[in-house]
């Protein structure tokens, strides 16, 4: 079992960047394949970003692709998301999670979450 917390989210301009990380508990976080999802408000919880146990592979949401780097630290226990020229349809609850069977791009396929990290971006 893995227990995930994230922290990084914020307030930032349009255009701007933030950093979201995400901690996980436990010796086995390098067994573990990671993902970001998000929810807005009234929307469904969706893929942003995903990374394999080795950080070897990474899968992304087309809108994430070419502003966002999904990235892990072994050693440090920790999965990041870089997010560059947000925009405000990127608002939303960002959550990780982790799963020991698949990398995927399914949010089913995660078994572990944690409690999310608020996104705003003004306009």
């Known amino acids: 079992q893995v227990q995930l917390v994230e922290s990084g989210g914020g307030l930032v301009q349009a255009g701007g960047s933030l950093r979201l990380s995400c901690a996980a508990s436990?010796?086995?976080?390098?067994?573990?394949?990671m993902g970001w999802f998000r929810q807005a408000p009234g929307k469904a919880r969706e893929f942003v970003a995903a990374?394999?146990?080795?950080?070897?592979?990474?899968y992304y949401a087309d809108s994430a692709k070419g502003r966002f780097t999904i990235s892990r630290d072994n050693g440090k226990n920790t999965v990041y998301l870089q997010m560059n020229s947000l925009k405000p349809e990127d608002m939303a609850v960002y959550y990780c999670?982790?799963?020991?069977?698949?990398?995927?791009?399914?949010?089913?396929?995660?078994?572990?979450w944690g409690q999310g990290t608020q996104v705003t971006v003004s306009s």
């Open positions: 990374i394999s146990r080795n950080g070897g592979i990474t």
């Open positions: 436990g010796r086995t976080f390098s067994s573990y394949h």
């Open positions: 999670a982790a799963s020991g069977a698949i990398m995927s791009r399914t949010r089913s396929d995660y078994a572990y």
